[in-house]
């Protein structure tokens, strides 16, 4: 299990660890964010379903090796990581509808996810979180790096999600 430093900055993800999840996107975004801000991490919860829709090989050695990826695996324990994540991320390509959004809104986790289907029916840009251009991961950079130095707008976007969510 993952243990808490309050000096450092969790991006969280969870999901299946595929392609379509969003996964090649966010971890090239979140090794940009880190070269920036060495104190942030970036939690993966879930499991590698190589068989259905591999991530790149790039993004697995960045998985296995990035000092900053924490590969919890896959866990039923989800509110554990919420309550301490600084952020959720979830970059997927296509959904129906997004449960971890929900539970992230529930526990006032903000959230940062992708311009699809189902998400959008959760977030609002600007008010209940912050959304990017599916597939884009400089604006998924941006997102991320707005979070790290906004932490009053972001809590407060969380807040909104909270209230709506209830």
């Known amino acids: 299990m993952v243990k808490y430093d309050p000096s450092l900055f ?3 993800s969870v999901g299946r ?3 379509d999840k969003g996964m090649d996107e966010l971890l090239q975004a979140f090794v940009r964010v ?3 801000f060495p ?3 970036l939690i993966l919860v879930g499991a590698f379903e190589d068989e259905v829709d591999p991530v790149s090989d790039t993004a697995r050695q960045l998985i296995l090796t990035h000092p900053g990826v924490i590969a919890a695996g896959w866990s039923d324990a989800v509110e554990y990581f919420m309550e301490f994540s600084n952020v ?3 970059p997927s390509h296509r ?3 997004p449960n971890v959004l ?7 986790c903000p959230v940062i996810c992708s311009r699809i289907d189902g998400n959008i029916d959760i977030v609002e840009d600007g008010h209940t979180g912050l959304i990017f251009a ?3 991961e400089d604006e998924l950079y941006a997102r991320m790096e707005w979070a790290l130095t906004h932490p009053p707008e972001i809590k407060q976007l969380a807040a909104n999600l909270q209230a709506r969510v209830q």
């Open 10 to 12: 969790y991006f969280l």
């Open 17 to 19: 660890i595929v392609h």
């Open 34 to 36: 880190y070269t920036l």
């Open 39 to 41: 104190q942030t991490r």
């Open 88 to 90: 959720l991320v979830h």
């Open 95 to 97: 959904e129906g509808f």
């Open 102 to 108: 929900m539970q992230a809104g529930a526990m006032g």
């Open 134 to 136: 599916v597939k884009n």
